[in-house]
T-cell receptor
Framework: KQEVTQIPAALSVPEGENLVLNCSFTDSAIYNLQWFRQDPGKGLTSLLLIQSSQREQTSGRLNASLDKSSGRSTLYIAASQPGDSATYLCAVDSGNTPLVFGKGTRLSVIA | GAGVSQSPRYKVAKRGQDVALRCDPISGHVSLFWYQQALGQGPEFLTYFQNEAQLDKSGLPSDRFFAERPEGSVSTLKIQRTQQEDSAVYLC?????????????FGPGTRLTVL
C-alpha cells in the first residue's frame, strides 16, 4: 500500500528565505506526483505536476524535483513571501488511480 | 463554470440525519473523485467514477456512504445516519484524460459537522 510522508510537519521562516519541503513515498511505481497548496478553509490548488518520466517542473518561484527510484520529491520555494503561508500537500498516483496524499507541511512566512 | 463547484459549502447535521453533498465537475471531465479530509490530515480517497460508472469505491468507510453519478456529470455523495466521526471536509476532484492520470482539479469542499 502506497504511503506518502511529508517532512517537516510545520515550518516557520522569515520573509525572503529560500526553503525546501520534502515528500517521500514508499512505492516507486508512480505515474504522477503533484504538489498542492491549501489555504485555511479552502480547497486544494494544484501547483505543479511531475510525470514519472520527468525530473523537475518549475513555475515562477516554485521548483519541484522528483527522484522516482529513491521515492523522493522536493518543493523548493525561492524568496518566500507572507502570501506563501499555507499548507503544502504532496500526492502521487499510479495512472488513472486516486491520489494518495501526505499529511502536508504547514508553512508560515513571517514578514 | 470554470472550475469544480461543490454545495453546500457548510453543513451541520444532527447525529442520525442523512445528508447529501453535491459536486459539479469541470465540463467534459470524464473522471471524478471524492476524498475525505479530517482536521490536520491529508485527503483520503473515498470513491472514483469514470463517466457514470463507479469504478472504485474501496475507500468508502461504511455502507452508510453512497455515491452516484447517474448521467456522468454531477455527482452526489450521500451519508446515511450520520455519526460524529463523519465530521470532515469532503472534497471532489475531476480530471479529463482517461487512463493517464492527469491533473486533478479540486472543488472548495463541503465542511460537514455532525453534532
Amino acid at each position: 500500500k502506497q504511503e506518502v510522508t511529508q517532512i517537516p510537519a510545520a515550518l516557520s521562516v522569515p520573509e525572503g528565505e529560500n526553503l525546501v519541503l520534502n515528500c517521500s513515498f514508499t512505492d516507486s511505481a508512480i505515474y504522477n506526483l503533484q504538489w498542492f497548496r491549501q489555504d485555511p478553509g479552502k480547497g486544494l490548488t494544484s501547483l505543479l505536476l511531475i510525470q514519472s518520466s520527468q525530473r523537475e517542473q518549475t513555475s515562477g518561484r516554485l521548483n519541484a524535483s522528483l527522484d522516482k527510484s529513491s521515492g523522493r520529491s522536493t518543493l523548493y520555494i525561492a524568496a518566500s513571501q507572507p502570501g506563501d503561508s499555507a499548507t503544502y500537500l504532496c500526492a502521487v498516483d499510479s495512472g488513472n488511480t486516486p491520489l494518495v496524499f501526505g499529511k502536508g507541511t504547514r508553512l508560515s512566512v513571517i514578514a | 463554470g470554470a472550475g469544480v463547484s461543490q454545495s453546500p459549502r457548510y453543513k451541520v447535521a444532527k447525529r442520525g440525519q442523512d445528508v447529501a453533498l453535491r459536486c459539479d465537475p469541470i465540463s467534459g471531465h470524464v473522471s471524478l473523485f471524492w476524498y475525505q479530509q479530517a482536521l490536520g490530515q491529508g485527503p483520503e480517497f473515498l470513491t472514483y467514477f469514470q463517466n457514470e460508472a463507479q469504478l472504485d469505491k474501496s475507500g468508502l468507510p461504511s455502507d452508510r456512504f453512497f455515491a452516484e453519478r447517474p448521467e456522468g456529470s454531477v455527482s452526489t455523495l450521500k451519508i446515511q445516519r450520520t455519526q460524529q466521526e463523519d465530521s470532515a471536509v469532503y472534497l471532489c476532484a475531476s480530471s479529463h484524460p482517461t487512463g493517464s492520470g492527469g491533473w486533478q482539479f479540486f472543488g472548495p469542499g463541503t465542511r460537514l459537522t455532525v453534532l
